[in-house]
């Protein structure tokens, strides 16, 4: 027997058992047969759902703060055309807030038998690992009265990388690398601990470079010029406890300090130098360790990815043993951290001589700029205040930094924007006084 009404309606629908109907309905269901009746023949021609097929291709990694695209392949093997809404959906995170609905939303037709390609643009706003989440189809019926919907899991992984925006700050350091290295015709005189050539001399010359055997077999002045050593090893050691997890304006410190561990990587490699990575806070969560010169950074960059701060108290014993057995001949140690007094005073200074005796420490930080207007803030009651807290930390902060340079630890203390390039400087210096 023909079902008609709203029994049938909601039969097809799949939302009530069929013979169940409140008294009343079926009479002025019935005056309106032809609609229902449209409807059901609307719902029963709109293409399966279930028998979709998908596939995905595209981007799989894309920098912080720059768009990806992903395609998504739907194959109709159903006789029927589909004529659907698509939803692609990932992470709230994957888009910039607002965009989301117009990025993820779709709509396609597919004849019987084809297939279709779609791309759905990202634009993610934190760093990580991205998945991709449910795949929502509706497919409408010729008349659209009614539709099916189903849902398909169709993975794909979109890694969001650091942004590494300091990169601008590299073609700088690169020609002041080159002029320590002697590639250049301005020679850095009597620096650095390699023999590099002889030149004659000219006044202003360190007379403690002049070669007086050279001078002898000549009749003008000669000096030696040096080239700083090449093949060093440095250890870049992110510090991911609680206080890597504080933010200076909308940026995270362990952020900052990314980006500057970045920036020191494809300086350091440009000068022949070794570099590995060691992030720790009670445990280690990344390491890139003995990776060739041309392969670091983009291994650093991918171990830095998913890297998120961990809300524990940093084990600076841990830290420091961590720290000796991936660096067992002399190295740079790159200690990005915090100079709030606490963790250094409890925590680094005990175990800082381990370090300090057999390796060239430098400790870098990310200070605030709002403290500095907080101390620079006059003319009411609250801003006399906030002045006096200001200039308190930023006392405080100076007396931790000396306590480090007693220890012979180089401090770099900088905000933000300023951190990578501050740290490039410190070891180009560090290179050009043949500490390295």
Known sequence: MALTGRTALLAAL????????EPGWAGILAVNAPLVGAILCDYALAAPVRTLQFTR????????????????????????????????????????PGTEQAASRHTVTIPAGERRRIATMLRPTRRGDRHAELVTVRSYGPLGLAARQGNHRVPWTVRVLPPFTSRKHLPSRLARLRELDGRTSVLTRGQGTEFDSLREYVPGDDTRSIDWRATARQT???????????????????DTGRTSAGRVGDVPRLDAAMDSALLLTALATRAGDRVD???YDRRIRAQVQGRAAGDVLPAMVNALAPLEPELVETDARGLSAAALKHAPRRSLIVLLTSLDAAPIEEGLLPVLSQLT???????????DPHVEQMADSRGTLDAVYE?????????????????????GVT???????????????AYLALKAAGRL
Request: hydrophobic share 40%.
């Open 220 to 238: 003008t002045v000669a000096v030696r010029t040096w080239r700083p050593e090449r093949d060093r090893h440095i250890l870049i050691v992110l």
């Open 14 to 21: 799949g939302s009530i058992p069929v013979g169940v109907l």
């Open 357 to 367: 005796q057999r390796h060239t420490v430098l400790v870098a930080s990310v200070a």
């Open 387 to 407: 002045a006096a807290a200001g200039t308190q930390a930023q006392i405080q902060r100076r007396r931790t930094a000396e306590q480090l340079q007693r220890h």
């Open 277 to 279: 990575l060691l992030a």
């Open 411 to 425: 401090v770099v203390d900088a905000t933000p924007e300023n951190l990578a390039p501050a740290v490039a400087d």
């Open 57 to 96: 291709t595209g981007d799989t990694s894309v920098r912080l703060g720059e768009s990806a695209e992903v395609q998504l392949t739907v194959t109709n093997p159903s006789p029927r055309r589909l004529r659907a809404q698509l939803r692609d959906s990932w992470p709230p995170s994957s888009w910039i």
